[in-house]
């Protein structure tokens, strides 16, 4: 049998690191504070790069770090002192755009593995043979290429190097990032990791007589989701699957990397896709979904030019921080909640969704509390039976 494909997931810091991991990635990719296109993301320190680099390797699972800034002349003058910094630290590939960084790694870290970013627009097979020949093994595909590139890539590259795709998150309306509406709106480089997402902000269009023609028109994509094509994918004989979201909240990375593990894991057992697995990615979504280029050149149905944004579902009810019997736990809450609603529970430990009940909440200031309206509240809950949890266990609201 091929190897199993790599399920790769985003981490903005070491809690949603651990998340990631522990409900089922493969694999986990993080920007350092320096280098990486997403300076509003937390990030990490130096400090905290080599904690979360011990973790997963402790698991078993791999960590590649984002250094995919182009830089100008003034982005290269520390570069090779952080990378002296982190050499050590076991990172087992880095994510790269401009030449300079890439040449500058191979030149401090022997056997360096690069992965080429997607912002270096990669669609065919001639550039990724020529990034292999230039020192990569892998390419990380542009999101503009449709699934009939991929596999005609994919059999012209022979294996030779490495090749994954961005199968659910945002999609940006320029080609891979190659984005400069931040720079002229408000002086905002995006492809130095100051995006300011201005393909979002609703706008007034006029005509040459300056009179209103549409109000609130946006220039943003659909995000995107592959649930329903995550069997073809597999097959192509794709390296690794990427989720977007290094500033997505824990919530999001739980519920989307659990689907798709868990319809990966399907895929291999030869089970058939289960539609829950695209109901409940979609509990993650405050945006409207497509599949964008997977079929052919996006239309217009594909496009958010009326971009009326969907209110996030406060649905994210608290995550788990320890457990202190069989059916007792401290958690931490994330917003308003009550013993009289009825939750769900994505956990590591389930194999599926289970639903559940608060028979008693605990407050610092309450034994038998009957709800808990502030965000961010240390509390003790009893469920009404032993599922056997475990930290960082995530609950929503039913």
Not at 86 to 110: H, M, Q, R, V
Not at 205 to 221: D, G, H, P, R, V
Not at 231 to 237: H, L, N, T
Not at 260 to 266: E, K
Request: aromatic fraction near 10%.
């Amino acid at each position: 049998m091929k190897n199993k494909i790599e399920l790769l997931a985003p981490a903005g810091d070491i809690e949603r690191g651990k998340i990631a991991i522990n409900f089922g990635a493969d694999a986990i990719y993080l920007g350092a504070q320096l280098f990486s296109l997403r300076s509003r993301a937390s990030n990490f320190t130096y400090k905290n790069l080599h904690e979360i680099c011990k973790l997963v390797h402790k698991q078993k699972k791999r960590i590649y770090l984002v250094t995919n800034i182009f830089c100008h002349n003034n982005d290269t003058n520390e570069f090779e002192n952080f990378i002296k910094k982190i050499k050590n630290f076991g990172i087992d590939a880095y994510i790269c755009s401009d030449p300079f960084i890439i040449e500058l790694i191979k030149k401090n870290i022997t056997n360096a593995e690069i992965h080429i970013s997607t912002q270096q627009t990669i669609s065919n097979s001639k550039a990724a043979l020529f990034f292999k020949r230039n020192g990569a093994s892998r390419i990380v595909f542009s999101r503009e290429t449709t699934f009939s590139e991929l596999k005609e890539t994919i059999a012209n590259v022979k294996n030779k190097i490495e090749l994954e795709i961005f199968i659910h998150g945002a999609v940006c309306i320029a080609f891979s990032g190659r984005c400069m509406l931040s720079n002229n709106f408000c002086y905002r480089d995006a492809n130095t990791g100051g995006c300011a997402q201005s393909c979002r902000w609703p706008l007034n269009l006029l005509n040459e007589k300056q009179e209103l023609i549409a109000k609130n028109f946006t220039m943003s994509a659909k995000d995107m989701c592959q649930m329903k094509n995550i069997y073809k994918i597999i097959d192509s004989g794709i390296t690794s699957l990427k989720i977007e979201g290094r500033m997505k909240s824990e919530y999001y990375i739980a519920t989307v990397v659990n689907a798709y593990r868990r319809a990966i894991d399907s895929y291999y057992k030869k089970k058939k896709l289960n539609k829950e697995y695209v109901t409940e990615i979609l509990k993650a979504a405050n945006r409207e979904v497509s599949t964008a280029w997977f079929d052919g050149k996006p239309g217009q149905d594909k496009m958010l030019y009326h971009d009326e944004q969907k209110k996030v579902a406060q649905n994210y009810a608290l995550i788990i921080t320890k457990k202190i019997s069989k059916n007792k736990y401290e958690a931490i809450t994330k917003n308003y909640i009550s013993k009289k609603m009825s939750f769900e529970v994505i956990s590591t430990k389930l194999t599926k969704i289970r639903k559940i009940k608060i028979v008693k909440i605990s407050t610092e200031s309450n034994d038998n509390a009957e709800i808990v309206n502030t965000p961010m509240s240390k509390i003790t809950i009893e469920l009404n039976e032993n599922l056997n949890l475990c930290k960082n266990d995530i609950f929503r609201i039913i």
